[in-house]
């Protein structure tokens, strides 16, 4: 009798639940907002349409329109409203269809909602999510393909999550909705699993437990491990790092993925320990090249070179300087692709540094 | 019968409280930035001082943040601009610990990390904020959670004329109106947005025609009154109260001071502070509440020395509290 309730034990815990990575994020609004009534939703077409990308399929039939709310297309007083539901106790998220749109609010992310606590010497606290598709790869151009996580992270007072894979996107929403803070919370529509728009999928992990799980902000993950060198993206390019990386085994070559899964804070422990081990640094990122995650963590291995021998330069691939073009081509120049990540693996395994 | 008696008392007290210290801010933030401390070709230095940094003075708006907060609950929030003492205090924020805040002290509401633009009291839910236009959004959040919670507070954004052509406004007015939010809107028309006048920054005479647009009533205050401004807002509360919506009121006031302290106010017609000083609103409310009985001349008189007296001893704890570590301002950019 024994043996057999171990062996249900044993089943039930190897058991795979796979999940699409917007239906992971679903799942994890939905247990909080079950869990807590002080959290609601609001946002674009997040009502009865379940959002523009799907992030919210569901959530209106379950919590009706008092907890999803459909807002105006006003993005600038929504954010300031969520400041104000925040200020008085409740926990909203605010979702920003495209991020993007930031454009059209950000004085109420930067100057306002990034600086309630601290100006306030503590006394005011933010607990709310900021969420917003980001990304490029389906010819959507210039104003509807941006990936800005580093303007976020660049502000101090905002936690900046993007999850690579539905396991982290469950884990992490839920973490995001229960810190005391600000947290913009980025989901690539490449990775979502939409039927509408094409996806990568590495097969990082899609196994999405049933119960609720919080993910720790500033514990990176490693994808893949290796010994020759190491690749850190964030979101979709840590997919298309998994992939670059089966490529490279195949030629020999031993490559460590590392997935900081948020920017604010960032696990540098994790990653200066991946370099120390590899030697070389590859940092692949959507965003934009100049002055940003993969600068930072350029700087980030010079400033621990008393810790880091390299082998070979680091390198830097991004949107390099120019904005998201329209024509697929073009699109995929501009957007570092798998291929690029293995060219440049290639090229770190044969540079020598003086 | 009484209570309209002591809150007729309470405006008038407040109003010199505020005014009092106002004026008495006015002259101690020029300490030790006034020559000769300062360097050749500087009219005075911004940034030297105990009290560092621009300085925005609400002398001549009284009447409206205590119009305003005679009908608020301490659970009802206020949510102003750079120019916002008057709301503050009038709100019941602590006083010491506002003042301690301006000359950037341990002390201070916020341990002299926000400053005079950005006073934070949730003990009376007091908030302000330095960008204008930034703080009428927060209001109807506040308002939304309130809804949202089946409470019955109300949210007041209090903000200048200037702040009504940005977008925060107008789709704050929208949000609210749509969403039956309990929000006053109040713009206090002091006729500048920093030296603009009115006249050539805004397409309509008076902003109260916007309300319209939003579906939503709008009261105009034309005289600088306290009383008058207590009535509009007994209106706009009921309504909020009753879950009805939002109302917008836009009140004639006056800014005694330049848009910072020291601002040369070159734009400003001569004479016209003279002018607007005849039409002081405090002692225009001294006589009329002597008229009515409501206080004695004497009485007047004691209110405007124990506004003083408390005026000195919030910048006497002020300038007694020590400044935080330098450690300090590596802390609170995070809650843990």
Redesign the interface.
Known sequence: MNSTVNKENVTDNLKVRNKAFFQAMIEGVSQEMERDESV?YMGQDVGKMGGVFQSTVGLHQKFGS??IID??I?E???????????????R?IAELMFVDFMGVCF??IM??IA????????????PLVITASMGGGFSDAAQHSQCLHSLFAHV??L?VVAPSNPHDAKGLMISAIRD??PVVYLFHKGILGLPIIGFIDADIDNNVPEESYAIPFGEARIVREGTDVTIVGLSQTVQKAALAADLLSVQGISAEVIDPRTLVPLDTDAIVKSVAKTGRLIVVDEDYLNYGLTGELSALIAENLDKVKLKSSIKRLGVAGVSIPFSRPLEQAAIPQVDDIVAAAKEAMTSTIL | MKEVTDKKRWMYETMVLIREYEDFLAMAYFEDKLPPKIQKGLAFDIGAGPIPGEMHLSAGQEPAAVGVCAHLTKED?V?GSHRSHHFAIAKGIDLDRMTAEIYGKVT???????GHM?L???AV?Y?C?G?VG?????????????K??GENSV?IAEFGDGAANE??FH??L??AS?WKLPVIFVCQDNNYGISVAKADSTSVKSNVVRAAGYDMPGISVDENDPFAMYEAMGEAIARARRGEGPTLIEMKVFRYYGHFQGDPETYRPKGEIEVLKEQDPIPKAATRLIEEGILTAEQVKEITSKAQERVMQAFSFAKESAYPEASEAF??????
């Open positions: 609601f008092e907890r807002t105006p006003s600038t007083g929504m954010m300031g409203m969520a400041l104000g539901a925040a200020a008085e106790g409740m909203p004085d109420q100057n306002e600086k309630v606590h601290y100006m306030s010497g503590g006394a005011v606290k933010q101090p007072g936690k005391d803070n | 929030s949510w201070g509401l916020c341990r002299g990390k926000g950005h934070f009291d949730p839910h908030a904020t960008i930034g703080g009428i959004p927060h209001a109807c959040g506040a308002a939304l959670a309130a949202m919670r949210a977008g925060s789709e704050s929208n949000y749509l802390q609170h950019v995070f809650a843990d």
